[in-house]
């Protein structure tokens, strides 16, 4: 039961991970089952391919770099939601173990998915609040927050899923308070 409960924190971290960059989880988890740290799902074996690592690699350094260009950064963030999406339910899905596929396929749609887009739905407000407010100059420092938090967020995954399961819960608490600030009240 213990090992169910860490696979879930781990899967609820790393879509965390995806709704700031998403590759980074998804490299950050291959390396981990390539080296034997973390084991996947039998049907996400794969992932641990040399051939995943590398693929996963080189996608991630794309994925940051373009975050550095301006105005392919607020392009990027229209396909990322989607994109975060599907990503925050595979890597729920690759890492939850012993439990039924229902249970495991919930979870990963609501947990792992609704993370990674909140998050990411999130971060590309920011992305345009930022290119409005400074013509696009501030967001390479978006970018570096976002990439650096992906970058936390998958290490304590992997390494003190609990931990990063409790950062989950600050990061959505924050979200949650910031949205309460700026929506606009009823009259």
Avoid at 70 to 79: A, E, K, Q, S
Wanted: net charge neutral.
């Amino acid at each position: 039961m213990t090992e169910t409960i860490i696979s879930i924190f781990l899967g609820i971290g790393l879509a965390a991970s995806v709704g700031f960059r998403v590759f980074v989880p998804l490299f950050a988890l291959s390396l981990a089952s390539y080296f034997n740290f973390w084991e996947l799902n039998e049907s996400w074996q794969w992932i641990g391919s040399l051939t995943a690592v590398i693929t996963l690699g080189v996608a991630t350094l794309v994925e940051i770099s373009a975050y550095y260009i301006p105005y392919l950064d607020n392009l990027l963030d229209t396909i990322a939601i989607p994109l975060a999406t599907v990503a925050g339910t595979a890597v729920m899905v690759s890492t939850v173990v012993d439990l039924s596929p229902i249970i495991t396929w919930s979870l990963a749609i609501i947990a792992g998915g609704g993370t990674a887009a909140a998050i990411k739905s999130s971060a590309g407000a920011t992305r345009l609040a930022s290119t409005t407010t400074t013509a696009g100059f501030g967001n390479p420092v978006v970018s570096t927050v976002e990439t650096g938090t992906s970058l936390v967020m998958s290490i304590f995954s992997i390494f003190l899923p609990v931990i990063a399961f409790v950062l989950v819960i600050l990061i959505l608490f924050i979200i949650f308070r910031l949205y309460k600030k700026i929506k606009p009240t009823k009259s």
